[in-house]
């Protein structure tokens, strides 16, 4: 059975970096699509960026691009998301999901704060 597991969140002040890894167990990563998503206290869940099952299809949402880079290495059943430049509106709960034919499935989310 499929389990994904978020890692990577912390507490950084404006301007900071954070890497978050989504890591994959139970199945292979090759099959799935991934996307990053995150939730604020008090707002709707957000798309952030999501990756094909090759790697070669990538989106990202307004708030992500120039600043986040996505990837996946399926060898280590892991998708990354390297977030730069962070702002004190990026800090939420930060989940990745795991997408194919007819299945989805969340993670349990890594909290990021941006503060100073």
């Known amino acids: 059975q499929l389990q994904l597991v978020e890692s990577g969140g912390g507490l950084v002040q404006p301007g900071g970096s954070l890497r978050l890894s989504c890591a994959v167990s139970g199945t292979t990563l090759d099959d799935y699509s991934i996307g990053w998503f995150r939730q604020a206290p008090g707002k709707e869940r957000e798309g952030v960026s999501c990756i094909d099952k090759s790697g070669e299809v990538i989106k990202y949402g307004d708030s992500a691009k120039g600043r986040f880079t996505i990837s996946r290495d399926n060898a280590k059943n892991t998708v990354n998301l390297q977030m730069n430049s962070l702002k004190p509106e990026d800090g939420a709960l930060y989940f990745c999901?795991?997408?194919?034919?007819?299945?989805?499935?969340w993670g349990q989310g890594t909290q990021v704060t941006i503060s100073s």
């Open positions: 999901n795991a997408r194919t034919a007819g299945f989805t499935s």
